[in-house]
């Protein structure tokens, strides 16, 4: 580890944290707080923007008798956002550590007195050695003013607390030169901003609850953070240790660098 880091900002997909039948895994989030209680002891502060309020929702509710998608969501999220919280408040606690919930809509990082606010937010956990868990505000956001998915978010939060790195993990590898499981694919390792690697980006169907970001937004926020000087990581949230080998310039995943 050759730089100096001092803070970090990781985001969890919803497709990380699931099994194939939408259920949240307790031992993926556990390995995920083990990895932050070991920066932690490093000197080095995380904050986690975490999905999984929607599923963790519809796990509770089952069918749900609301028509209207944006309410349904609404629901599944406010329903499922303190079950989340309780498994991170339990499994923290476990590791000796606190952790704090930050829920912001996008009008929240505007200029002005609500951008101010947040800092102080982050700023005052971050001090007092508690471990901020952001995600949307999603019972009271507004469908014009979303975040487009959580890694919009994580990226304006790095950009916030001038972050020394930002890890976005999801459930493959990294980024490929086409279709992940093609064998004809390559991870790439590193990717400089102005690189054209749009041209290897493959849609993908998800179901509801499943998260917003596709592979081609999490290219547009990697290369958007990384341009602002926020070295960004896109790898594997299930494989070991992942955090702490990206953190220790290992070969894991695809960097974004400027």
Known sequence: MDEDIKRVVVKVGTNVMTNKDNRILGPVLKELVRQISELYERDIMTVLVSSGSSIAGQEILGECKIQDKSIRRQVFSAVGQPRMMRHYYS???????????????????????????MINCYEGLLAEGIIPIANEDDA????????????ELASLVAELINA????ILTDIEGFYTGHPEDENSEKLNEV?????????????????????????????????TANKDIPTYIANGKRHNVILDIIDGKDVGTKFTN
């Open 91 to 117: 499994i923290f606690h476990d590791y000796g550590m606190r952790c704090a919930q930050v829920l912001a809509t996008k009008r929240d990082f505007d200029p002005g007195k609500h951008r101010e606010n």
């Open 140 to 151: 009271v956001s507004l469908t014009m003013s979303m975040f487009s998915d959580n890694d």
């Open 164 to 167: 020394d790195k930002l890890i």
């Open 192 to 224: 400089k901003v102005d690189e054209n690697v749009e041209k290897y980006v493959q849609t993908s169907d998800k179901g509801e609850g499943e998260g917003r970001g596709g592979m081609g937004s999490k290219l547009k926020i990697a290369k958007g």
